[in-house]
């Protein structure tokens, strides 16, 4: 799987270069290529040189010199014929993706990403059968198009992630319970999970991701002020992590979720996603925090 987005990520280094009509062409091929270099030969590198393709990584979009290329769109005239010959079955080739990772997650001893990438063949395959027109050159330039239109903002979930691997070899999770330490009184469960509820979602903001904020939550709050007075670890951790969703609702830094749509649907309103999703973010953090006193 990773590799295949690699491939795909050379293929719009390529194509970005060869664009005159792209101003930052030069930028967006040092980008995407050192993005499909990672993810094709990463794993196998020294750490040093990851290091260092990291570094080159970062260095266009902080530049600005990323920017989308010139892919003509569909014509408005071609997706309408598209939608009265498929309509609602074009969501059947995302489902499969969807469904052949989870086959293989619960019924082989496979990774769902190879599932996941059997599901994007056989996605392919039915998009075929649905029209002729669906030719490989034709998902290429739909892969660019996409690529392109979400930018380095596809760089931040994993960004994000590794950040939360950093602190917590780094003792962030330390640190945050000496500080707490000072604000929850020793023993009082009801106080110790309301912080650490609303740490898990004001982390999650920060981080952008709630699977890197919980361990570091745990480890300084959630462990020594709640766990630790014998609450049940699976109803609080499984809560806290959705309590950490709830600031995934609310940040830019979950990119993938409230950057990337505003991005694809040209919102004029850069913070549209997020501003749709506040109130429902704090609801449900509330219900949340009421769950874990009533559960532990």
Do not use: H
């Not at 991005?263 to 506040?278: P, S």
């Amino acid at each position: 799987m990773y590799c295949i987005i690699g491939l795909i990520s050379i293929y719009v280094a390529f194509k970005n270069l060869k664009d005159k009509e792209n101003k930052n062409s030069v930028g967006s091929f040092v980008f995407w290529f050192d993005l499909g270099l990672m993810f094709v030969l990463g794993k196998w590198l020294p750490a040093l040189a990851d290091g260092i393709l990291l570094i080159i990584l970062v260095l266009p979009p902080i530049l600005k010199k990323v920017s989308p290329g010139n892919e003509p769109e569909p014509t408005l005239e071609e997706m309408e014929q598209n939608n009265k010959k498929i309509g609602t079955k074009v969501f059947v080739p995302a489902v499969c993706i969807g469904l052949f990772a989870l086959l293989a997650a619960f019924f082989t001893k496979i990774s769902p990403l190879v599932g996941m990438s059997v599901g994007v063949f056989v996605a392919i395959i039915i998009l075929r059968v649905y029209s002729k027109d669906n030719t490989p050159s034709i998902f290429l330039k739909d892969c660019r198009r996409m690529m392109d239109v979400v930018g380095p903002l596809s760089m931040l979930p994993m960004l994000l992630a590794a950040l939360g691997a950093v602190f917590t070899a780094a003792g962030v999770g330390d640190v945050i319970s000496s500080l707490v330490s000072n604000i929850i009184p020793a023993g009082n469960v009801t106080i110790g999970i309301i912080v650490y509820a609303i740490g898990m979602a004001v982390f999650t903001m920060i981080m952008g991701n709630a699977f890197a904020a919980i361990t570091v939550m745990t480890v300084g709050i959630g462990a020594p002020f709640v766990l630790k007075y014998g609450a049940d670890p699976v109803v609080i951790g499984s809560l806290a992590l959705t309590c950490g969703y709830c600031g995934t609702l609310c940040t830019p830094m979950a990119a993938n979720f409230n950057m990337v749509p505003v991005a694809i649907l040209e919102m004029k309103d850069k913070n549209g996603v997020i501003k749709k999703q506040v109130l429902v973010a704090v609801i449900m953090l509330v219900v949340q925090i009421v769950m874990m006193i009533m559960m532990s």
